[in-house]
């Protein structure tokens, strides 16, 4: 009897599911991808202007790369607390999200949404609430590969 | 006599009236198509205060306060306020209560929290325990996206699916008293329903059967036909929710089709970016203490069955995998 109900309700369930389908608008996948392309690569861009710029003043190639991610989170870091970075992230998708200036802007945003509970419990203890699992597994990969290297170099 | 009819519909034997109602709304909400209907459109999102929180309690509390100056009663005269919000605790509405000094129950239905605090307070005065009673609700923009969704200065890219959360607060003022309309003159309780939805980001499709629902017990329970109502609105279904239930209307065999819209679609105009519509308790409780009362206080709609949606879930039970219950409280505004 239960598994009977359980069915009927399961079946209930699956076509509701196909109204759903029919009905809920398709997400504008093509017109998301080029606004990301357009503005990852904008961004991407913009960082290889950088690092050129530094190289032509006579950085080398690892300190233009570092010189350049620290320009970029700094204007995301500014962007996004002059409003205006969620307001391209809702046009440009992952192409605002991916690259270096949307870890920026999720830990930016986390501290300046807390900041109202207070430096220790807010900024503090949840500026990593959005950017923290990026890190944690950052992290472990980074351990797990450099062990790797450790045993199959030499 | 048992004023109950039916399994979930109770008839009041004297209508309580509706004898004041105020709304307070956003900056955005005031220039949706109703802007000229509430009592008041705020300037800013913090209402001179230092947090969003504080301010959607000021919100709720100056509802209440100017919904009761409208009939030139003080705080300390009104007998009881019913009032929840969207927040952890209902704090918009506890920290209210505690400015108003007001007897007070707290309530919590999501989003279907005008519907609930009406219907009861509905009860507590046709039951004959008080005569003067507020039922308030409000939400806030940035306190629910806050605490249901992400940080606000974070860049996410919305789906056309997910719903703008209403800053809005609204009050009505129900009293025992011979004379005058509107009158709440019946209402449903909802059941709990759960058909398997699971994503936040499309509460809609989560709370459109339970809408349906209510609806369907509503007429059964009555044996009423769909167009007895001039007009019934759901309370935050949006477009695509409200698609849905036009779909599940014709499945549950209510005919004729229903006079019906969704104070989610109509709160907004098309150019405000608010994907599928509006949602939160402020979006029944702003279409109802803005335009729709003041239709029927001049006579242009006679009886209205209001459906508020609430989706019952909290961001703990979404990240553990659990799919989203919906509710719906259904009340019946006639002039009579």
């Not at chain 1, 620290?70 to 970075?85: E, K, M, Q, S």
Request: glycine share 10%.
């Amino acid at each position: 009897m239960d598994s009977l109900s359980e069915r009927l309700k399961q079946a209930e369930i699956d076509e509701y599911n196909q109204l759903i389908k029919k009905i809920e608008p398709k997400p504008p996948v093509i017109k998301n991808c080029i606004w990301a392309f357009i503005v990852g690569g904008l961004i991407c861009v913009f960082g290889q202007l950088i690092i050129n710029f530094l190289m032509s003043n006579g950085w080398n190639q690892t300190d233009a790369g570092s010189g350049a991610s620290v320009i970029l989170i700094f204007l995301a870091a500014l962007f996004t607390g002059l409003g205006l970075y969620d307001e391209l992230g809702k046009y440009a998708g992952a192409g605002s999200i991916v690259p270096i200036t949307g870890f920026a802007n999720a830990i930016v945003a986390s501290a300046m949404e807390f900041k109202r509970e207070g430096y220790i419990f807010g900024v503090g203890a949840r500026i990593f609430s959005v950017a923290g699992p990026t890190l944690v597994f950052g992290f472990t990969i980074a351990v797990f590969i450099g062990l790797l290297n450790i045993l199959f170099t030499k | 006599m048992s004023k109950k009819q039916g399994r979930q519909t109770i008839v009041f034997a004297s209508p309580p009236l509706i004898s004041s109602w105020a709304s307070l709304v956003g900056p955005k909400e005031g220039e949706g198509p109703w802007g000229e209907d509430f009592d008041q459109v705020l300037h800013d999102y913090l209402y001179d205060e230092q947090t969003w929180e504080k301010a959607e309690s000021k919100m709720l509390k100056e509802a209440v306060k100017q919904a009761i100056s409208k009939r030139y009663y003080q705080p300390s005269e009104i007998e009881l306020l019913i009032s929840g919000d969207l927040l952890n605790q209902i704090v918009s509405a506890n920290y209210a209560a505690r400015e108003l000094s007001i007897p007070f129950l707290g309530m919590y239905g999501a989003c279907s929290t005008m519907a609930e605090s009406m219907l009861t307070a509905a009860m507590a005065v046709d039951g004959g325990f008080f005569s003067c009673v507020v039922a308030a609700v409000s939400s806030h923009h940035y306190t629910a996206e806050r605490q249901f969704r992400t940080p606000t200065e974070q860049g996410v890219q919305k789906s056309a699916t997910s719903q703008w959360t209403a800053t809005a607060a609204g009050a009505v003022l129900l009293e025992a008293v011979p004379g005058g309309n509107p009158r709440i003159t019946s209402a449903t309780i909802g059941q709990v329903i759960d058909m398997g939805q699971s994503d936040a980001a499309n509460m809609g499709s989560a709370m459109a059967p339970a809408a349906v629902k209510t609806i369907k017990a509503h007429f059964d329970d009555l044996n009423r036909s769909p167009d007895y109502y001039d007009l019934i609105v759901t309370g935050d279904l949006g477009k695509v929710g409200m698609a849905l239930a036009q779909e599940l209307f014709i499945r549950e065999g209510l005919l004729p089709q229903p006079n019906y819209s969704d104070c989610g679609v109509l709160l907004y105009n098309d150019r405000q970016d608010v994907n599928s519509g509006g949602s939160g308790c402020g979006s029944s409780a702003a279409m109802l203490c803005g335009p729709i009362l003041k239709k029927m206080s001049e006579g242009r709609i006679n009886r209205l069955l209001l459906v508020a949606t609430g989706a019952l879930m909290s961001p703990t039970t979404s990240f553990q995998g659990e799919t989203i219950p919906s509710i719906a409280h259904a009340v019946a505004l006639e002039n009579i």
